[in-house]
T-cell receptor
Framework: NAGVMQNPRHLVRRRGQEARLRCSPMKGHSHVYWYRQLPEEGLKFMVYLQKENIIDESGMPKERFSAEFPKEGPSILRIQQVVRGDSAAYFC??????????????FGPGTRLTVT | KNEVEQSPQNLTAQEGEFITINCSYSVGISALHWLQQHPGGGIVSLFMLSSGKKKHGRLIATINIQEKHSSLHITASHPRDSAVYICAVRRGGGTSYGKLTFGQGTILTVHP
């Protein structure tokens, strides 16, 4: 059973370009979380999605960032017109279910975005 | 003040020593996670706790819900244990279920 997969592992973009980060959850998992780790800072929640729905996007920057989790295919975190401050490690995690009962979250290896 | 505080921020030990990392939180939670991250590496979930104590190999995690405190212990530490250890909490109830709030991490270095 493959774990959570993220690609690319490393991504270099020039300022103003778009970055697309992909996350394939573990088999059978329908809940996906995106977290960001800025240099020298801790992990911060960005967005929580279920298939075809955004459940909580309270951690997403108001502009340029969007996320989706379509019925088929991976979850995508999209950053438009990247700036140097977007350089960070972006981690995806998946879980079997959520809600009041707590379920284990499994993390992917992360995508390290560098904006030049 | 952060909702999740870890101590110490940095910890250096000699191989074989017993190690304790502490985590205090200020919100109601449904679960607490201990995570491990190697430099430049991914994140591995070590434990998820909602009460009591869990043990896996040389790692032990405990939680006291009333005191809002958790500890991660490593017995007979080894240089390969060198990593960042992160405490994260999942809030209890409401629409914030699922998402994790993280501590700043404890950088552990174990010397041979």
């Amino acid at each position: 059973n493959a774990g959570v997969m993220q690609n690319p592992r490393h991504l270099v973009r020039r300022r103003g370009q778009e970055a697309r980060l992909r996350c394939s959850p573990m088999k059978g998992h329908s809940h996906v979380y995106w977290y960001r780790q800025l240099p020298e800072e801790g992990l911060k929640f960005m967005v929580y999605l279920q298939k075809e729905n955004i459940i909580d996007e309270s951690g997403m920057p108001k502009e340029r960032f969007s996320a989706e989790f379509p019925k088929e295919g991976p979850s995508i975190l999209r950053i438009q017109q990247v700036v140097r401050g977007d350089s960070a490690a972006y981690f995806c995690a998946s879980s079997l279910m959520s809600g009041i009962n707590s379920y284990e979250q499994y993390f992917g290896p992360g995508t390290r975005l560098t904006v030049t | 003040k952060n909702e999740v505080e870890q101590s110490p921020q940095n910890l250096t030990a000699q191989e074989g020593e017993f190690i304790t990392i502490n985590c205090s939180y200020s919100v109601g939670i449904s679960a607490l996670h201990w995570l491990q991250q190697h430099p430049g590496g991914g994140i591995v979930s070590l434990f998820m706790l909602s009460s009591g104590k869990k043990k896996h190999g040389r790692l032990i995690a405990t939680i006291n819900i009333q005191e809002k405190h958790s500890s991660l212990h490593i017995t007979a530490s080894h240089p390969r244990d060198s990593a960042v250890y992160i405490c994260a909490v999942r809030r209890g109830g409401g629409t914030s279920y699922g998402k994790l709030t993280f501590g700043q991490g404890t950088i552990l270095t174990v010397h041979p």
